[in-house]
């Protein structure tokens, strides 16, 4: 019943990551054309691949279920789209950066803070709302990383 239950939390999971990847994907490559700079849609490859590692530690973990494949797993998934993408990109780089924007922080001083080319004025919707939609679902998929971790605790493997 255990085993059934982590890898139950393990398949969640890695639904939510993939959701994070999908959104960030999507705004990243949606950005890069919009904007003009191809450099925003190296998010793309690079997550992908990471994307794949985490499948793949998955698939490994149902095989020989060592517990030190969890545990990369969760480390790639909370450093990447975890910390990377909900909490730098889109808490940072787009809730934040809004609020401060939108509240009438000085052009200059708002500028500081966010320089071009990297950040962009928040004019268009799409882009802004698929930026912040990334910290609330990254959010949850820590949630559920989080129950991965805490469903090791049950599980007697090395």
Request: aromatic share 20%; proline share 3%; with cysteine.
């Amino acid at each position: 019943m255990l085993q059934k239950n982590i890898f139950r939390s393990f398949t969640v999971s890695f639904c939510w990551t993939s959701g994070v990847y999908t959104l960030t994907a999507f705004h990243h490559y949606y950005g890069a054309r919009l904007y003009g700079t191809p450099w925003r849609a190296h998010v793309v490859l690079v997550g992908g691949i990471c994307l794949l590692i985490c499948f793949l530690l998955i698939l490994l973990y149902r095989r020989y279920q060592k517990n030190w494949l969890i545990h990369i797993y969760i480390t790639i998934a909370m450093l990447l789209f975890g910390v990377g993408i909900g909490l730098f990109e889109g808490l940072y780089n787009h809730i934040i950066k809004d609020l401060l924007y939108f509240s009438g922080l000085n052009k200059d001083s708002w500028r500081t803070l966010f320089p071009a080319p990297a950040y962009e004025i928040p004019e268009n919707f799409v882009f802004e709302c698929t930026g912040m939609l990334q910290f609330p679902v990254a959010a949850v998929q820590s949630y559920y990383l989080y129950q991965v971790y805490k469903s090791l605790k049950h599980v007697s493997f090395v």
